[in-house]
């Protein structure tokens, strides 16, 4: 397939690079030129604006947006919606609001464009070599796109979530579980290393990693960030976040669910910005190596 493919950054080249090598056609932009040259080195087709782009295209069109949130991800649509014609199918693969996701697709719905909200899951990793997605909007565009689904996803990694915004209130909430997951995590190696025992904590998360009922790839990168360095010294316990914990809480208010754990991972991360102990030193941990989040530096 011919691909348009806008955003370039740590996830979107990943992600087209991925593609290339699944032997799709990718016409690229992105606001860094570097960005641009160092994936036309690897296949794909340099585009200098997004006009370029959408001409470049055959009809029906496909756009792929891998863009910050918000709006950045307006700005685009503002200038590639006079470029585009009914038929047309943009995806929008960041971790935009749900409620935004709502709001774009109707606007593209009177224009006959199509959009679809699709959630990606797998940090780096994923984008690079299976990722997980969860997409919203119209089930025959979702159709159009889904040979495109099967190659970025591993197996069964992908599915139709139902109505435009479900695809993102899907990752949303996918998010705030994995708050509460990696909150866990944290709070267990502290204990373990409050106790008294001297565990060395990368053999116990090595040994959890192998057969446990909380085995998975959250305690591989337990076990890669305990490697790097026992105490995780090279770093503060200083947690930042995307805002979709934030997000998940706000719905959990709205609809009246009961999200206890979620809820005191997002206020542990908080406060975490004024103390300082491994918990929060493993979750930080945890988000660099999945998604490659910055991290404070030790000082």
């Avoid at 006959?112 to 070599?129: H, M, V």
């Avoid at 076990?223 to 790097?228: G, L, M, P, S, Y």
């Avoid at 997002?266 to 988000?287: G, H, T, W």
């Amino acid at each position: 397939m011919k691909i348009g493919f806008v955003g370039l950054g740590k996830m979107g080249f990943n992600m087209a690079q991925h593609l290339l090598e699944c032997g799709h056609d990718l016409v690229v932009f992105d606001l860094s030129e570097n960005a641009v040259a160092s994936l036309t080195e690897k296949g794909g087709i340099a585009s200098g604006s997004l006009e370029e782009l959408a001409h470049t295209l055959p009809y029906p069109r496909l756009i792929w947006l891998m863009v910050p949130a918000g709006a950045p991800v307006d700005t685009t649509l503002d200038t590639l919606i006079p470029l585009l014609k009914q038929g047309d199918i943009i995806i929008d693969g960041g971790n935009s609001h749900y409620t935004d996701s709502e709001k774009r697709a109707s606007r593209l719905s009177d224009k006959g464009i199509y959009f679809l909200d699709a959630g990606t899951s797998g940090g780096l990793e994923g984008a690079r070599n299976g990722a997980c997605m969860m997409v919203g909007g119209d089930k025959s565009a979702y159709e159009v796109i889904e040979p495109l689904l099967k190659d970025l996803c591993v197996e069964n990694g992908y599915g139709y979530m139902g109505r435009s915004g479900s695809g993102h209130f899907a990752k949303m909430v996918h998010n705030g579980v994995e708050y509460g997951m990696m909150q866990a995590m944290g709070e267990g190696f502290d204990l373990l290393a409050s106790s008294g025992y001297k565990f060395n904590l990368e053999e116990v998360s090595r040994v959890w990693a192998h057969g446990s009922v909380i085995r998975g790839w959250l305690m591989d990168l337990v076990v890669r960030a305990f490697h790097k360095d026992p105490q995780l010294e090279y770093l503060s316990g200083r947690i930042a976040d995307s805002g979709e914990g934030r997000w998940t809480v706000e719905a959990a208010l709205e609809h009246e669910v009961s999200i206890p754990v979620i809820a005191a991972s997002l206020f542990s991360r908080y406060r975490s910005r004024s103390e300082d102990n491994l918990s929060d030193k493993v979750v930080a941990a945890l988000r660099y190596e999945f998604g490659g989040h910055p991290f404070t530096e030790k000082q």
